[in-house]
């Protein structure tokens, strides 16, 4: 699990401002994953990533943007936070060969005011 | 795009009994079902997963069942111990291997396990 970690663990930001959510993973595992957590939806997957330089939209992409320069940084940003996205970010990854395990990062909690 | 159901939201279960957490899914290109457990303010983390090829799969006191046909997967836990207390997500996803996984969750089941 010490293998993919996320930054800043919480964050308080008001609306209108861009905040950058960081991941960064150990594994040189191919592909990455950002989800949001909110009560009552579960885990909704905002983008994806299968290698560096290669991304493709989630269930909720609208509002985020995301680039992946390195293998093992994906990072995730709100051009223009809104309150509708306070919550809870989680990071995956996953391997290429013989793995479909998705490992989660520890979540970073967002407050947007 | 896939829509995955479970129920229930909420179960509570007496030390040493059964739980048994229940799935729908909607895609029936899903392949790969997928349970995760969270520890209240944790990460999800992956407590067994099954392929469509396979109807069951059991890993000590947790089993999950899939019913391709009625498109429906099942968590079942045995001897229920207070560690077991917590949220559990099932998800599905259709998958070739060494693809992405592109997972969607179901909204979770708080199971407490009370002495």
């Known amino acids: 699990d010490a293998g993919i970690t996320q930054s800043p663990r919480y964050k308080i930001t008001e609306t209108g401002r861009q905040v950058t959510l960081m991941c960064h993973q150990t594994w040189s595992h191919s592909y990455m994953f950002w989800y949001r957590q909110d009560l009552g939806h579960g885990l909704r997957l905002i983008y994806y990533?299968?290698?560096?330089?290669?991304?493709d939209k989630g269930e909720v992409p609208d509002g985020y943007v995301v680039s992946r320069s390195k293998t093992e940084n994906f990072p995730l940003t709100l051009e223009s936070a809104t309150r509708s996205q306070t919550s809870v970010y989680f990071c995956?990854?996953?391997?290429?060969?013989?793995?479909?395990?998705?490992?989660f990062g520890p979540g970073t909690r967002l407050t947007v005011l | 795009g896939e829509n995955v159901e479970q129920h229930p939201s909420t179960l509570s279960v007496q030390e040493g009994d059964s739980a048994v957490i229940k799935c729908t899914y909607s895609?029936?290109?899903?392949?790969?079902f997928p349970w995760y457990k969270q520890e209240l303010g944790k990460r999800p983390q992956l407590i067994i997963d099954?392929?469509?090829?396979?109807g069951e799969k059991k890993d000590q006191r947790i089993a999950v069942t899939l019913n391709k046909t009625a498109k429906h997967f099942s968590l079942h836990i045995t001897e229920t111990q207070p560690e077991d207390s917590a949220v559990y997500f099932c998800?599905?996803?259709?998958?070739?291997?060494?693809?992405?996984?592109?997972?969607?969750f179901g909204t979770g089941t708080r199971l407490q396990v009370t002495l």
């Open positions: 990533s299968a290698a560096a330089d290669i991304t």
């Open positions: 995956a990854s996953q391997g290429r060969v013989n793995t479909d395990t998705q490992y």
């Open positions: 099954i392929r469509s090829n396979v």
């Open positions: 895609d029936s290109a899903s392949n790969y």
């Open positions: 998800a599905a996803s259709p998958i070739a291997t060494g693809t992405a996984s592109k997972l969607t």
